[in-house]
């Protein structure tokens, strides 16, 4: 019998009002769990969103272990899955903050990861609010048999973000975003999810926010790059059952990690 693993991509549009926002992820894990998901996968910036970004982004800011992280625990520990987030966290020099995603089970933290690439792009302008997460070795933790890697939204346009997470043991992204609205945004963010996944053969579970700011499309994609299940443009909840030796396989058959001749190193 097949070894699978369930897990689920849930969209919605966070605000500015904190608590709704838990309320929303609480109702979203509960839905992915009675669809059979252990790992659920929510957008970027959960705890607290605002557009156009404001000051109120530090105001709201939080620390790793604030009511934010405290409240996923206990999503996580009622319905014993790992709940993975964007969070707004506190900065140092306390006019910015950190776009971090942070993955909770029932203990507490599992992993975080701050946002490496910042959404300077587009008529954007993410860094001037946002303060870059250093470079350091890629944290990712187990779960079902699968090793997991996080990484965030614009971190998708640099493919060495991928390949570091690979290199670490990763055999799943995931990837929680807000993906911008635009001329070809939409195609930009499928077609970047599929190629990370092709390119390192792995398994892709991306979360968006839905419009009208974000694309939606939220997914999960199969180391050959085929899409397992989406949402489309709905706040809602879609779930995979992963085959943990897919990997394996489709490496058998396309071994390009093995074969490349270039390494990834910080710039």
């Known amino acids: 019998m097949t070894d699978t693993f369930a897990i689920a991509v849930a969209q919605f549009a966070p605000t500015a009002d904190a608590a709704a926002n838990l309320d929303a992820v609480a109702q979203l894990v509960a839905t992915a769990c009675r669809r059979g998901a252990r790992l659920v996968v929510l957008p970027e910036y959960s705890s607290y969103f605002v557009d156009p970004f404001d000051t109120s982004l530090a105001e709201n800011a939080q620390e790793l272990d604030g009511p934010f992280v405290q409240r ?45 690439h910042l959404y300077d792009a587009f008529g954007q302008r993410e ?15 187990a779960l079902g048999g699968l090793r997991f890697g996080l990484m965030t939204c614009y971190d998708l346009r640099f493919p060495e973000v991928g390949r570091q997470l690979v290199d670490a043991g990763a055999d799943v992204l995931l990837v929680p975003a807000e993906w911008v609205r635009g001329p070809l945004k939409e195609h930009h963010w499928r077609t970047l999810l599929h190629a990370r996944a ?11 926010h839905p419009p009208p700011l974000g694309v939606g499309n939220s997914l999960i994609v199969d180391p050959q790059g085929v899409e397992l299940a989406a949402v489309g443009t709905a706040t809602d909840v879609a779930v995979a059952h992963l085959d943990v030796g897919a990997i394996a396989r489709v490496r058998r058959v396309n071994p390009a990690l093995t074969l490349r001749r270039f390494r990834v190193e910080p710039a």
């Open 72 to 116: 996923l625990t206990a999503i996580a520990g009622e319905h014993d899955v790992v709940v993975v987030a964007g969070l707004l966290e506190k900065a140092g020099d306390g006019r910015r903050v950190r776009n971090t995603v942070v993955a909770v089970g029932a203990g507490g933290l599992i992993a975080h990861y701050r946002k490496l």
């Open 127 to 141: 860094s001037d609010w946002v303060e870059p997460g250093d470079l350091a070795p890629p944290l990712t933790f």
């Open 198 to 208: 092709i390119e390192n053969t792995v398994f892709v579970a991306a979360a968006d």
